[in-house]
């Protein structure tokens, strides 16, 4: 069954790093999605994106944050500064239509330090 | 805005226990309805979903129906297994930018002893 990746599966930074997170989604899909997770938190959407843009974003994106697809398999997710707060579990997801479920990565978790 | 509201847990039963975790949720318009499940050190996976109405979608043994007047996704199954130990998402998509922007609830941990 076809997977998205997600590469690190753990990743420790220092406060003021940048990060890029890295996903691979599965080939025929066309919408992408970043979540996060703070440990005991709910799952919040962060940003989607569909034909080389985002289609929306959250509060929570700021201008620390960014998506890119650079070479038409890769999407990554880029947080200029990390801060403390930034430490949670992050999630990519794709999907072929608006109407079918994700299929979401195994997540990355950064922490910040 | 939207919101998806879960028990609390953890929910503790024994093996071949019924297993019901309410969800319910508050949207505007007419969202899809989604049960993810996650399990330990794992990411999150789609376990049943429900479009409209008075669907019921189902897998693993696992169901939830779609009630419109009660703006309910309760997930239940008549027999839980010790494997089935992890935590539920109640999620919705309410797909009005056309994007499937998708709302959690706050995950009900599930633990089942032998």
């Known amino acids: 069954e076809p997977e998205v990746t997600q590469t690190p599966s753990h990743q420790v930074t220092q406060m003021g790093q940048e990060v890029i997170l890295r996903c691979v989604p599965i080939s025929n899909h066309l919408y992408f999605y970043w979540y996060r997770q703070i440990l005991g938190q709910k799952v919040e959407f962060l940003v989607s994106f569909y034909n080389n843009e985002i289609s929306e974003k959250s509060e929570i994106f700021d201008d620390q944050f960014s998506v890119e697809r650079p070479d038409g398999s890769n999407f990554t997710l880029k947080i200029r500064s990390t801060k403390l707060e930034d430490s949670a579990m992050y999630f990519c997801?794709?999907?072929?239509?608006?109407?079918?479920?994700?299929?979401f990565g195994s997540g990355t978790r950064l922490t910040v330090v | 805005g939207d919101s998806v509201t879960q028990m609390e847990g953890p929910v503790t039963l024994s093996e071949e226990a019924f297993l019901t975790i309410n969800c319910t949720y508050t949207a505007t318009g007419y969202p899809s309805l989604f049960w993810y499940v996650q399990y330990p050190g794992e990411g999150l996976q789609l376990l049943l979903k429900a479009t409209k109405a008075d669907d019921k979608g189902s897998n693993k043994g696992f169901e939830a129906t779609y009630r419109k007047e009660t703006t309910s996704f309760h997930l239940e199954k008549g027999s839980v297994q010790v494997s089935d130990s992890a935590v539920y998402f109640c999620?919705?998509?309410?797909?009005?930018?056309?994007?499937?922007?998708?709302?959690f609830g706050t995950g009900t941990r599930l633990l089942v002893s032998p």
């Open positions: 999620a919705l998509s309410d797909g009005v930018t056309g994007f499937q922007k998708l709302v």
């Open positions: 997801a794709s999907s072929k239509q608006v109407d079918y479920g994700y299929t």
